[in-house]
T-cell receptor, first 112, second 115 residues
Framework: SQELEQSPQSLIVQEGKNLTINCTSS?????LYWYKQKYGEGLIFLMM?????EEKSHEKITAKLDEKKQQSSLHITASQPSHAGIYLC????????????FGKGITLSVRP | NAGVMQNPRHLVRRRGQEARLRCSPM?????VYWYRQLPEEGLKFMVYLQKENIIDESGMPKERFSAEFPKEGPSILRIQQVVRGDSAAYFCASSPPSYTYNEQFFGPGTRLTVL
């Protein structure tokens, strides 16, 4: 089974709408990382969350970490076509401060 | 400050040939990670290196794959006698030396196609 489950698998929203995507771990999280990937390109670092209850925002993107639920959510306010892409969550579940385990990603499309 | 650099960006090999993928970490970063992204699959960890040392190679296939990060020069991921199943995007990430944070910055990837 997948150690990091991302939901939904894909999402299509109308420009201007808000949306939330989730990342749930089956193991204890020692750090949670959100990345964005354009198809065929590399990963762009978005945010890192380390402590339970931590919340970070950058422009219109907010990420939260619920340590008890071993879950993180990423919320986009007033989505734009530039938000389209694949959102990957990565987590340090080994506690070794080294390798990251990734979910399969969520494909977001934003209709103008 | 240049980001993580990988070359080549695209590599085509015939079955049985060798593939060499290079990664130059960000300035000041001494930790390098290699990941593989297969079609329709997520990003999978392969190996974690520090200068001249392999720290964790638990994700590396037992045969044909090797990695190094010499004292001078880029990190190299080497695949010998490539097979079609090796076709994938290979990403390198780097992070600064830290015992509290593991913020990894990724390169653009090398897309390997095995004919």
């Amino acid at each position: 089974s997948q150690e990091l489950e991302q939901s939904p698998q894909s999402l299509i929203v109308q420009e201007g709408k808000n949306l939330t995507i989730n990342c749930t771990s089956s193991k204890t999280l020692y750090g949670l990382y959100w990345y964005k990937q354009k198809y065929g390109e590399g990963l762009i670092f978005l945010m890192m969350l380390q402590k339970g209850g931590e919340e970070k925002s950058h422009e219109k993107i907010t990420a939260k970490l619920d340590e008890k639920k071993q879950q993180s959510s990423l919320h986009i306010t007033a989505s734009q076509p530039s938000h389209a892409g694949i959102y990957l969550c990565g987590a340090d579940i080994a506690g070794a401060n080294s390798k990251l385990t990734f979910g399969k990603g969520i494909t977001l499309s934003v209709r103008p | 400050n240049a980001g993580v650099m990988q070359n080549p960006r695209h590599l085509v090999r015939r079955r049985g040939q060798e593939a060499r993928l290079r990664c130059s970490p960000m300035k000041g970063h001494s930790h390098v990670y290699w990941y593989r992204q297969l079609p329709e699959e997520g990003l999978k960890f392969m190996v974690y290196l520090q200068k001249e040392n392999i720290i964790d190679e638990s994700g590396m296939p037992k045969e044909r794959f090797s990695a190094e990060f010499p004292k001078e020069g880029p990190s190299i991921l080497r695949i010998q006698q490539v097979v079609r199943g090796d076709s994938a995007a290979y990403f390198c990430a780097s992070s600064p030396p830290s015992y509290t944070y593991n913020e990894q910055f990724f390169g653009p990837g090398t897309r390997l196609t095995v004919l």
